[in-house]
């Protein structure tokens, strides 16, 4: 147990320490509480600005009496003198992820150059059709290509809103839906 440990159980009583800065303690207020107390209600915390921490609001005089008293114990000396503090604290640094800064430079590029983006590479759908390697004539030429993103082993659903649920027709391997002239419904999904 380190000093600002045994300074804290000086004040609150025992501590279930959770680990060196903190631990779960019975509240100084606890007689004052208007609800159920349970164990894990009040927390110590004795690194940075020593904290009683307590759910509850009915206790707040006496947490904040005891809050002082910690404060005074483990920021004071024993003469009552303000322990000195390091000149240049040493500050948190929060390191982002590699991958998610790639994507937010990516996002910001993005967002940036929309409008442009958008005049540039502006594409008309009446274009797209007439300008596509694969003409999209007869609709059963099209179910038939459209299989061919999975493949001949992959099992997938075809079926319209009602047909799911206990279907077992509508889950075949694609080399079997190639088999039929055309789709049994509207809607398709990897299958399980």
Not at 151 to 158: K, V
Not at 159 to 170: A, E, I, L, Y
């Amino acid at each position: 147990m380190n000093d600002n440990q045994r300074k804290a159980e000086a004040i609150v009583g025992q501590v279930d320490w959770q680990s060196d800065n903190h631990g779960l303690c019975h509240c100084p207020g606890e007689a004052t509480h208007t609800s159920h107390t349970r164990l894990r209600d009040t927390t110590v915390f004795v690194d940075g600005v020593p904290t009683i921490f307590c759910w509850h609001t009915s206790c707040m005089a006496y947490r904040d009496e005891a809050n002082r008293k910690l404060r005074r114990a483990i920021l004071h000396d024993s003469m009552g003198r303000p322990i000195q503090q390091l000149d240049n604290p040493m500050k948190l640094v929060i390191e982002k992820d590699p991958e998610s800064e790639i994507i937010d430079r990516i996002k910001t590029i993005a967002e940036s150059n929309k409008s442009r983006y958008l005049t540039h590479y502006n594409w008309d759908t009446a274009d797209m059709f007439e300008e596509s390697p694969f003409k999209l004539d007869d609709p059963a030429d099209d179910y038939h290509r459209f299989l061919t993103l999975w493949q001949p082993s992959d099992l997938i659903w075809i079926g319209d809103v009602k047909d799911s649920g206990r279907h077992p027709q509508n889950f075949r391997k694609v080399s079997e839906w190639m088999g039929l002239p055309s789709p049994v419904g509207n809607y398709t999904t990897g299958a399980v």
